[in-house]
């Protein structure tokens, strides 16, 4: 079974831009959920989906949304990009999210560095 | 205080020594207890997962959690050059829609 896919792993922007990073959960999969991941912060939670709708959203700003599609797929988006916006950001999918605390399995990440 | 508080190390130590990793924390309704294992430009995988307090072993890796002193522990034995890696733990106060909460993650070596 394949896993969890994020598209693209590195990606190089500078400030003021905006980006969208992809995530394909494995086959089945409903629950998306996206962290950031920094050095200095840990891993911090962003925001979570499950069949199309934000079920959470972690203590970020605005410029930072996301989406998912009915294939299970989401996408996030971050706008006016800043410095501080360099990380690593991870996409965890799970079967389900509900009623037992549910595997959730991570992708390789995207590398985003902000210029 | 951060939720979760972890050493970051890093822990260096020889190859077949017994490694222990900790983590505390200050919130008292976490229930979920998770260790997560990352290797170097990889995502987190999941290493185990307990409830509440005891203790769990799978294979070389022994999970602990004391709920009345807010402490949980990893625990490797006969360690291997290929468990070089950060290990995170993760924890939530229930199970369905909370999202994980993190320590910074334990850089650990494991040296031949």
């Known amino acids: 079974k394949a896993g969890v896919t994020q598209t693209p792993r590195y990606l190089i922007k500078t400030r003021g831009q905006q980006v969208t990073l992809s995530c394909s959960p494995i086959s089945g999969h409903r629950s998306v959920s996206w962290y950031q991941q920094t050095p200095g912060q840990g891993l911090q939670f962003l925001f979570e989906y499950f069949s199309e709708t934000q079920r959470n959203k972690g203590n970020f700003p605005g410029r930072f949304s996301g989406r998912q599609f009915s294939n299970s797929r989401s996408e996030m988006n971050v706008s006016t990009l800043e410095l501080g916006d360099s990380a690593l950001y991870l996409c965890?999918?799970?079967?389900?999210?509900?009623?037992?605390?549910?595997?959730?399995?991570f992708g390789p990440g995207t590398r985003l560095t902000v210029l | 205080q951060k939720e979760v508080e972890q050493d970051p190390g890093p822990l260096s130590v020889p190859e077949g020594a017994i490694v222990s990793l900790n983590c505390t924390y200050s919130n008292s309704a976490f229930q979920y207890f998770m260790w997560y294992r990352q290797y170097s430009r990889k995502g987190p995988e999941l290493l185990m997962y307990?409830?509440?307090?005891g203790n769990k072993e799978d294979g070389r890796f022994t999970a602990q959690v004391d709920k009345s002193s807010k402490y949980i522990s990893l625990f490797i034995r006969d360690s291997q050059p290929s468990d070089s890696a950060t290990y995170l733990c993760a924890m939530i106060p229930y199970s369905g829609n909370t999202p994980l909460v993190f320590g910074k993650g334990t850089r650990l070596s494991v040296i031949a």
């Open positions: 965890a999918s799970s079967l389900v999210r509900g009623e037992n605390t549910d595997t959730q399995y």
């Open positions: 307990t409830y509440s307090s």
